[in-house]
């Protein structure tokens, strides 16, 4: 049996408020330096794991 990469979701409602939670199992960001990038494009990658790092999940 495969171990799945992310467990059931929950859902919760409030009124018109709907909130998802995803946990996510062995999720493991790349360092900005194990990417070819050159360094500009580098340091643009830096940012958004800085801000915002689950916009990189991949799907």
């Known amino acids: 049996m495969t171990k799945q990469p992310i467990q059931p979701i929950e859902r919760k409602t409030e009124g018109a ?28 990658l830096q940012a958004v794991i800085n801000q915002e790092p689950l916009a990189l999940i991949e799907y």
């Open 17 to 44: 408020q709907e909130t998802l939670t995803v946990k996510l199992k062995n999720y493991v960001l790349l360092s900005p330096e194990a990417i070819n990038l050159d360094d500009a494009n580098r340091v643009k």
